[in-house]
């Protein structure tokens, strides 16, 4: 679906690709963004409130799915798949870090460090992690403007723990109902990344298998359980992993999970901070999710886990020929005031002016160069301006060095993403 506001931008009811092209042709609306495709309309429209949408997340370390959903006809509206940059701002950070190191050992002209008076406010992150929680809020700022969105869904855990480890709580009468086993399940898929615990082979219907046998006085225990595909499970037999030749499962079974962490950690920064947009936010675990994925019999993808996240989802999901928009977070500029080589040690000077004729690195131009010129031709990419007005274009097939910025005409002004259209989960008519 198209994303539409009216000429106040006030968001209106999306509408289908077919109808969006009729009024392009028309000429009763214009393209207001490229990412995601919105249109504005060029006359005013009835004061007719459209009905509520839902936004819901799937928050995680490296990707979080978003989808708009209508839950009164259960269609997706759209969809997208986040990337986050959390390890390359703490790879920043430790370079920078290195890099003031080394000249402080070196005793050249740089400031003193400065980490005994310092003061982290309540509720501090750490950048990696601000960082994750900064790019789903800008996106659930911009939906908002873009769609009438009028109710949040989050899985705000992946399984939930208490089930696990409480014997108050994990009794047999408790683990019974509609969901039992999907919570230890979604924990050791995301423990044991997807593939067998022995041979690693991933792709294949994968069994709960206990470490140590019961029959050899083996718990239930999530530190006892982990994944093998049949062939591995059945060979085991009522041997312990030791003795079937891996003992290194024993050790890794105790581990943590470092990206189930990493979203642990942020997970109730995020809610309190969707609570502060006023709308109402609606919860669930990672044990709903997928619950309500394999009801609905779709594939594990992130944005059609956030399609199923909490209570709330509809009985019949609609998501034949929806294509998620791939999103990947790039970062804005530079603010590196001492660039370094290889090495660590300073050689550069700091970035020039990031504007060059109204432009900036990362906007998406359409350069329509003359046969005057050497590279004549129409060229549709992204830009990286050079102080001197002649920038390179990268395009889908490569990089055009020395196109005037007087030949670009903008499409979408860089925002710190980068996008790409995904694959169909389904396709039209299936």
Known sequence: MIFVVDTEHRPLSPCHPARARRLLTEGKAAVWHRYPFTLILKRAVADALPPPLRLKLDPGSRTTGLAVVNDATGQVVWAGELTHRGQQVKDRLDQRRMCRR??????????????????????????????????????????????????????????????????????????????????????????????????????????????????????????????????????????????????????????????????????????????????????????????????????????????????????????????????????????????????GFPDKAPKATSVVGDFRTGDIVRAVVPASSAKAGVYVGRLAVRATGSCNLTTATGTIQGIHVRYCQPLHRGDGYRYQKGAAALPLHA
């Open 102 to 343: 080394s000249r402080r050992q070196r005793h050249t002209r740089y400031r003193p460090a400065r980490f005994a008076n310092r003061r982290r406010r309540e509720g501090w992150l750490p950048p990696s992690l601000e960082s994750r929680l900064a790019n789903i809020l800008t996106w659930v700022t911009r939906l908002r403007r873009l769609a009438p969105i009028g109710a949040l869904a989050q899985e705000l855990v992946k399984f939930d723990t208490q089930r696990l480890v409480s014997p108050e709580i994990s009794g047999v009468a408790y683990q019974q109902g509609e969901l039992a086993g999907y919570e230890v399940r979604e924990y050791l898929l995301e423990k044991w990344e997807r593939r067998c615990a022995y041979c690693g082979i991933t792709g294949v219907p994968l069994q709960i298998e206990h470490i140590m046998p019961k029959a050899r006085g083996g718990s239930d225990q999530v530190s006892n359980l982990t994944l093998a595909c049949a062939a591995c499970n059945t060979a085991k037999g009522t041997q312990t992993a030791a003795e079937f030749g891996y003992p290194e499962v024993h050790e890794q079974a105790r581990q943590p999970l470092r990206d189930a962490a990493a979203v642990n950690a942020t997970r109730w920064a995020l809610y309190r901070r969707l609570e502060t947009t006023g709308l109402p936010v609606e919860v669930g675990t990672g044990g709903r999710t997928k619950w309500n994925r394999t009801q609905r019999g779709l594939p594990k993808t992130h944005w059609l886990d956030a399609a199923c996240v909490g209570a709330s989802t509809p009985p019949t999901l609609t998501v034949a020929g929806v294509a998620p928009l791939q999103i990947m977070a790039t970062g804005r500029h530079s603010r590196q005031m001492c660039r370094t080589n290889a090495y």
